[in-house]
């Protein structure tokens, strides 16, 4: 962890919200005139797309489990060492993965490559001068056998909904939007299963800040559902692991946020429609109290 160089982490899988998220830290650096280094998880998957594809295959075929889940599949070797390196200094190596066409004709004209959509561009160094390192994808906080990005960290945010809507978004996303079939969704969640409990679950007990999303309609056969529940349809549940040290002020929080309340001493329970504002409200003291501190 680092004063000088300090490092947010959000970590959630795809499709659990971590783009509202990014918005409101986006939100939240451009009022506060805030330069961020921003790191997509992506860029340290191990494999490219088509690399992935024939990865994963050989890996069925020797009864293997492989998915992005988990470090097979996965550099955090070089996350924990970007995250080290930037606490140190305020910079690093980083890459881009390419998820679609038009990022990759950004990306060639930026480069002067000719690479596709599913590929990484080349590792380069972190411009100096950037106020903080801002990171969104899976493995934030993530903790292996070999390494521990979780340990440099100075501020770690979970988004994850209940289990059984996160199926739900993530079995509409691939089928609307990519084409798979239904079997194919689920042969993808049960072969994702062990990497998931291993090395997805425990980043949210380290994580100071949990935003959880419930749905409020019956999401109990998530295979079948045939829509996904909207913010109105939900609850958002925030935990602070330890709110002294974040100097969150309940009183404050419930009064600005219409229909809130505790849940428990250390969570409050928001309406799913002000889930983007209650981000807003609670983070920004805490990333100026950081940038203070950074100063001072």
Same mark, same amino acid.
């Given at each position: 962890?680092?004063r000088?160089?300090?490092?947010?982490?959000?970590?959630?899988?795809? &499709?659990?919200?971590?783009?509202?998220?990014?918005?409101?830290?986006?939100?939240?650096?451009?009022?506060?005139?805030?330069?961020?280094?921003?790191?997509?998880?992506?860029?340290?998957? /191990?494999?490219?797309?088509?690399?992935?594809?024939?990865?994963?295959?050989?890996?069925?075929?020797?009864? +293997?489990?492989? $998915?992005?889940? &988990?470090?097979?599949?996965?550099?955090?070797?070089?996350?924990?060492e970007?995250?080290?390196?930037?606490?140190? $200094?305020?910079?690093?190596?980083? +890459?881009y993965?390419?998820?679609?066409?038009?990022?990759?004709?950004?990306?060639?004209?930026?480069?002067?490559?000719?690479?596709?959509?599913?590929?990484f561009?080349?590792?380069?160094?972190?411009?100096?001068?950037?106020?903080?390192?801002?990171?969104? &994808?899976?493995?934030?906080?993530?903790? =292996?056998?070999?390494?521990?990005?979780?340990?440099?960290?100075?501020?770690?945010?979970?988004?994850?909904?209940?289990?059984?809507?996160?199926?739900?978004?993530?079995?509409?996303r691939?089928?609307?939007? /990519?084409?798979?079939?239904?079997?194919? @969704?689920?042969?993808?969640?049960?072969?994702?299963?062990?990497?998931?409990?291993?090395?997805?679950?425990?980043?949210? =007990?380290?994580?100071?800040?949990?935003?959880?999303?419930?749905?409020?309609?019956?999401?109990?056969?998530?295979?079948?559902?045939?829509? @996904?529940?909207?913010?109105?349809? =939900?609850?958002?549940?925030?935990?602070?692991?330890?709110?002294?040290?974040?100097q969150?002020?309940?009183?404050?929080?419930?009064?600005?946020?219409?229909?809130?309340?505790?849940?428990?001493?250390?969570?409050m329970?928001?309406?799913?429609?002000?889930?983007?504002?209650?981000?807003?409200?609670?983070?920004?003291?805490?990333i100026?109290?950081?940038?203070?501190? +950074?100063?001072?």
């Open positions: 962890m680092s000088k160089h300090p490092i947010v982490a959000v970590t959630g899988s795809s &499709g659990a919200g971590t783009t509202t998220v990014k918005r409101a830290f986006e939100h939240i650096f451009y009022r506060d005139g805030i330069q961020a280094a921003v790191i997509e998880g992506d860029s340290f998957h /191990r494999y490219d797309r088509v690399e992935m594809k024939a990865e994963t295959a050989r890996a069925g075929a020797e009864g +293997r489990n492989l $998915s992005h889940f &988990g470090p097979d599949a996965n550099r955090f070797d070089a996350l924990a970007l995250f080290h390196r930037y606490g140190e $200094s305020g910079t690093g190596k980083k +890459r993965y390419i998820h679609s066409d038009d990022e990759a004709t950004q990306q060639n004209a930026r480069l002067g490559t000719e690479l596709k959509a599913g590929q561009t080349p590792w380069e160094e972190i411009p100096e001068g950037t106020d903080l390192l801002f990171y969104e &994808g899976l493995h934030g906080m993530v903790v =292996s056998d070999e390494h521990n990005v979780a340990e440099h960290v100075d501020l770690g945010v979970g988004v994850v909904p209940i289990v059984n809507l996160e199926w739900i978004q993530k079995i509409h691939d089928n609307l939007e /990519r084409g798979y079939s239904a079997e194919a @969704i689920v042969d993808t969640i049960m072969r994702r299963m062990p990497d998931y409990i291993r090395y997805i679950t425990p980043q949210f =007990s380290l994580t100071d800040i949990n935003f959880q999303r419930v749905a409020t309609v019956d999401t109990s056969n998530p295979f079948i559902a045939r829509d @996904i529940p909207t913010p109105d349809e =939900s609850f958002v549940i925030i935990r602070f692991r330890d709110p002294e040290a974040l969150i002020d309940f009183p404050f929080l419930l009064s600005m946020i219409k229909d809130s309340f505790m849940s428990r001493r250390n969570s329970v928001v309406p799913g429609g002000k889930m983007g504002m209650a981000m807003e409200i609670i983070l920004q003291p805490i100026e109290r950081m940038m203070d501190a +950074r100063r001072a």
